[in-house]
């Protein structure tokens, strides 16, 4: 059933070269934690991959539910988890991932600074790289500020005032992250909700598929 | 190798473990999410509070527009809602209760709303019209009566509670 379906799509519009493409190549012996047990650091990259997707998923289900205003943010949050069906979970999923996310971003990171893998040619995947790091950052500590409740908003406090310490632009970047030169309120939490939920993800994705295409143009790097 | 066993290739072995696990481990990540997502559908319903509106006695066979306010939860948020019935007494004495919402597309009805028709309720939308039973009358919008309220009288008091339509009646 399943194969005749694929049939009939893969006769009209040649679908295997795509797929085959994407997913069939040679996994190097020196990639394969069976041959070498150690080769388990090359998966943190991978895994830094499918948290991400828990936390885009997990993100998508929480904005049914929450709302990014400050006479509702906390008591929507508040709501979704303690009287909706296994929102502790969805939320537990989206907190405790983005903390699991930036140790794996970390740890990668580490096997690719000790084992050179950053050097000629693949100097720019590292740069990439380092977006994306910077990307992640900004993603938790805009997210830190959603739920609205007194850990959120000092956190955001103390993170407008190391922007203002920034020579010469540090007041007008603090004035456009909060949306007021004084006020930590209604407009900053808008403006962390949008930064968070559309800009910084379309940002992600794009520095994501850039920094894939390069790993299968350039293939990964030798053994040690 | 003999032609009645059934061999499983070392690729086809580890296709199936490979996808076994993968959709164990897909589902077990997507089942709270959806679980999430459906809970509204699966919540039980508030709606059947009755609430008292009026005396009875002050009734006539006149039907009379009747507002009352309830508190409505919604999730998060509460308030407090105004509630409309048209309400009289039929012929026999019972009383009768009308949702004013018309069964075309939503408006609201009126008794006597139009000149035209002083003893039919009328909807000002699409010139939908229901005799005073809550009938609707043939060749206008609406293909069914008005809704009923359910009712209850306690020690001369109309208590008001959820809708009902027509054919549960």
Redesign the interface.
């Known amino acids: 059933m399943l194969q005749k379906l694929y049939d009939w799509v893969d006769e009209r519009v040649d679908i295997t070269p795509l797929w085959r493409d994407i997913a069939d190549h040679e996994v190097p012996e020196h990639v394969n934690p069976a041959h070498h047990f150690s080769a388990f650091v090359y998966c943190f990259g991978g895994l830094t991959f499918f948290v991400t997707v828990?936390q885009i998923?997990?993100g998508m289900?929480l904005t049914?539910?929450y709302v990014p205003d400050i006479e509702?943010a906390w008591?929507?949050v508040?709501?979704?988890q303690t009287?909706?069906?296994?929102?502790q979970?969805?939320r537990g999923?989206h907190h405790w991932g983005a903390s699991v996310v930036i140790v794996m971003l970390f740890l990668h990171t580490l096997r690719v600074f000790f084992q050179g893998a950053y050097k000629k040619p693949r100097e720019l995947n590292w740069m990439v790289g380092v977006l994306l790091f910077f990307i992640m950052l900004g993603l938790g500590l805009t997210g830190y500020l959603l739920p609205w409740d007194n850990k959120a908003y000092f956190a955001t406090q103390v993170t407008l005032e190391i922007a203002e310490k920034v020579p010469f632009i540090g007041e007008a970047t603090k004035t456009l992250l909060a949306g007021d030169p004084n006020i930590v309120g209604a407009q900053t939490l808008t403006r962390f909700f949008a930064i968070h939920v559309f800009f910084l993800p379309a940002a992600l994705f794009a520095l994501m598929a850039v920094h894939f295409i390069l790993i299968r143009k350039q293939g990964i790097s030798g053994p040690l | 190798m003999s032609e009645k066993r059934q061999q499983v290739s070392r690729r086809q072995f580890l296709n199936y473990t490979l996808t076994g696990v993968g959709g164990f481990m897909a589902a077990g990540m997507l089942a709270p999410m959806v679980r999430f997502a459906i809970d509204p559908a699966l919540q039980a319903s508030t709606a059947g509070e009755f609430k008292a509106v009026e005396e009875v006695d002050n009734i006539t066979e006149e039907p009379t527009r009747i507002d009352w306010e309830i508190e409505q939860v919604d999730a998060w948020y509460e308030s407090t809602v105004t509630k409309t019935a048209w309400v009289y007494k039929d012929e026999n004495g019972d009383i009768v209760a009308l949702s004013p919402i018309c069964k075309h597309l939503g408006c609201m009805v009126t008794w006597a709303g139009s000149d035209e028709y002083p003893d039919q309720f009328y909807c000002p939308c699409h010139d939908g019209r229901y005799y005073k039973d809550g009938e609707n009358v043939p060749n206008t919008p609406p293909a069914e009566g008005l809704d009923f309220y359910e009712y209850k009288i306690e020690d001369g008091t109309l208590l008001l509670g959820p809708t009902k339509p027509r054919g549960e009646a």
């Open positions: 828990i998923l997990s289900f049914m539910y509702n008591r929507s508040y709501y979704l009287e909706v069906a296994h929102g979970i969805v999923m």
